[in-house]
C-alpha cells in the first residue's frame, strides 16, 4: 500500500501543444521528448484507512486548488484501474524535486510520472511502462513521456490503447550533453495548451508536424545529432510562435533567452561546434551539444549572465526502496 519512484523530466524535440480533450489529456498530435538527468522527482505514495483525506504535498506545500485537482485525477485513475480493496482508503502523496519548477525545465513532466509509478505501484497493478504512462498523461501529457524514459514518443488518440508513450531506440544518449541555461521566469504551461487552439498560427503548426515527427524519428534511428536537434531548434521556434500569437500573447522569453540563442547560433557559424538551443513553454534554454565541446560551450552560456548546469540523458521512472515519509 506504499511506494516510492523517481522520474526524470523531459526536454521537448517535438513538442505538443493544445489538448483535443482537456481532462483526459488526449493532444491533437504526437511528441517526441528526451529526458535529462540527473535531475530528477521523487515521490512516495500510500494508501491508508489512518487518513482522513487525499493529501498532496510538493516540496513540503500542500496542494490545493488546481494543482490538487491534477495530482487527483491521476490517484483517480489508478484507483480506476485496481481491484485491490484498499485503494478505497485516503491516499497521501509527498514529491520532492532537486531542480527549479514552473521555470520551463519540465518539474510536472517528471512529478506526475514518479506519482503514477508509485501509484501503480501501491494500487498493485501489473502494468507496463506503456500502460503506466497513461496514468501520468491525465496529469501532464508530457509525464506519459517521462515514464517511458530517454527518448519516447507520445503518440496521439481517442483511448488509453492508442495514447500512450514508447521508446525510440537510438544511440545518441552516448555522445549527447545539455547544458542547462537557467531564466528564472515562472510561467503556467497549462494556460498556454488551452488557448493554443485559438492561435491563427496553430492549424499551420498542425499541418507540418507529423512530418516533423516522422524526421524525428528517422535522424534518432539513425543516430543524427545534427538532424535530430535542427529540429528541436526550429520546433522550439514554431512553438513558440503559436504561444505568442494566442489571445493573451504569452511570450515567455526574456532578454537571457535571446542572448543565448545568438550566442549558441555563434558557435556554429563561427566555430563549427555541433550546438542548438531549445526551449519548452518557459524562459529557461536547454542547449544541446556534444561530449567534446561541453565544457567550452558552457563557458559560453555562463558568460550569458545566468547560472548553468550539464545534464545527460535520463531513463525511465522507476522505484526506490527509501520512502519520503
Known amino acids: 500500500m506504499k511506494a516510492t519512484a523517481m522520474a526524470h523530466p523531459i526536454q521537448g524535440l517535438v513538442k505538443y501543444h493544445g489538448m483535443r480533450d482537456d481532462i483526459k489529456r488526449l493532444p491533437y498530435h504526437d511528441s517526441i521528448s528526451l529526458c535529462t538527468a540527473p535531475s530528477h522527482t521523487r515521490t ?179 543516430n543524427d545529432f545534427e538532424g535530430v536537434f535542427e529540429l528541436a531548434e526550429h520546433d522550439s521556434l514554431s512553438l513558440a510562435a503559436t504561444t505568442m500569437t494566442g489571445p493573451s500573447g504569452w511570450v515567455y522569453w526574456q532578454p537571457e533567452t535571446l542572448t543565448i540563442f545568438n550566442r549558441v547560433r555563434k558557435l556554429r557559424d563561427e566555430e563549427d561546434i555541433p550546438v542548438y538551443f531549445s526551449t519548452d513553454t518557459g524562459a529557461t534554454v536547454y542547449v544541446n551539444t556534444t561530449e567534446e565541446y561541453a565544457e567550452r560551450v558552457e563557458e559560453e552560456i555562463a558568460d550569458c549572465g545566468v547560472s548553468t548546469t550539464i545534464w545527460d540523458v535520463g531513463g525511465p521512472a522507476r522505484l526506490l526502496d527509501d520512502h519520503l515519509f
Open 44 to 222: 512516495t505514495v500510500e494508501f491508508s484507512m489512518d487518513y482522513d483525506e487525499d493529501t498532496f504535498v510538493v516540496d513540503g506545500e500542500e496542494l490545493d486548488g488546481r494543482a490538487y485537482e491534477r495530482v487527483e485525477a491521476v490517484v483517480e485513475k489508478a484507483r480506476s484501474k485496481s481491484d485491490a480493496a484498499h485503494t478505497v482508503y485516503p491516499v497521501r502523496l509527498e514529491s520532492e524535486n532537486s531542480f527549479p519548477s514552473n521555470v520551463g525545465l519540465g518539474s510536472s513532466s517528471s512529478g506526475f510520472a514518479a506519482a503514477a509509478m508509485a501509484l501503480a505501484e501501491a494500487a498493485g497493478l501489473d502494468a507496463s511502462k506503456p500502460e503506466i504512462s497513461t496514468i501520468a498523461r491525465v496529469g501532464s501529457a508530457s509525464a506519459a513521456r517521462a515514464v517511458t524514459g530517454a527518448f519516447s514518443q507520445l503518440h496521439t488518440g481517442l483511448n488509453d490503447e492508442d495514447c500512450r508513450s514508447s521508446r525510440i531506440p537510438t544511440d545518441l544518449h552516448e555522445e549527447l550533453k545539455i547544458i542547462v541555461g537557467l531564466v528564472p521566469y515562472h510561467k503556467e504551461t497549462e494556460d498556454a495548451h488551452n488557448e493554443a487552439a485559438d492561435s491563427h498560427m496553430f492549424q499551420a503548426r498542425n499541418a507540418h508536424i507529423h512530418g516533423q515527427i516522422a524526421e524525428m524519428r528517422d535522424s534518432l534511428r539513425n
